[in-house]
Nanobody, 115 residues
Framework: QVQLVESGGGLAEPGDSLTLSCAASGFIFENYWMYWVRQVPGKGLDWVASVSGNGHGLYYADSVKGRFSIFRDNAKNTLYLQMNRLKVEDTARYYC????????RGRGTQVTVSS
C-alpha cells in the first residue's frame, strides 16, 4: 500500500534552516507530482510547494517563495523540502502528499520555529 513517511522536523530559531524528507513506497514515485502541505492546529491544510515527477516543474506558495526549495530523488523514492530563513509563522505540521489538497498524505513532521 501507499506509504509516505516524513522526517526531519524539529525545533528551530528564526533564521535557521531545516530539511524535511519524505520516504515514499507502494507506488511508482516518479510518475507522480508530489506536494508539501502544512497545517497549524485549528486551521486547514495549506499548500506549500509542488514538484513534477521529473523534478523540473516547481511551484511555491507566496509565503515560502525564495526561502523554501522542494526537490526529489527518484532513485531513492524520496521527496525533500529545504527550508531556509525560517520564520515563526512557518511553525506547523508538515506533510508530504500525492495530491495538492493533502488528502493522500503521510503522518507529518512537526516544525516549530521559536526564539
Amino acid at each position: 500500500q501507499v506509504q509516505l513517511v516524513e522526517s526531519g522536523g524539529g525545533l528551530a530559531e528564526p533564521g535557521d534552516s531545516l530539511t524535511l524528507s519524505c520516504a515514499a513506497s507502494g507506488f511508482i514515485f516518479e510518475n507522480y507530482w508530489m506536494y508539501w502541505v502544512r497545517q497549524v492546529p485549528g486551521k486547514g491544510l495549506d499548500w506549500v510547494a509542488s514538484v513534477s515527477g521529473n523534478g523540473h516543474g516547481l511551484y511555491y506558495a507566496d509565503s515560502v517563495k525564495g526561502r523554501f526549495s522542494i526537490f526529489r530523488d527518484n532513485a531513492k523514492n524520496t521527496l525533500y523540502l529545504q527550508m531556509n530563513r525560517l520564520k515563526v509563522e512557518d511553525t506547523a505540521r508538515y506533510y508530504c502528499s500525492r495530491d495538492i489538497n493533502g488528502k493522500d498524505r503521510g503522518r507529518g513532521t512537526q516544525v516549530t520555529v521559536s526564539s
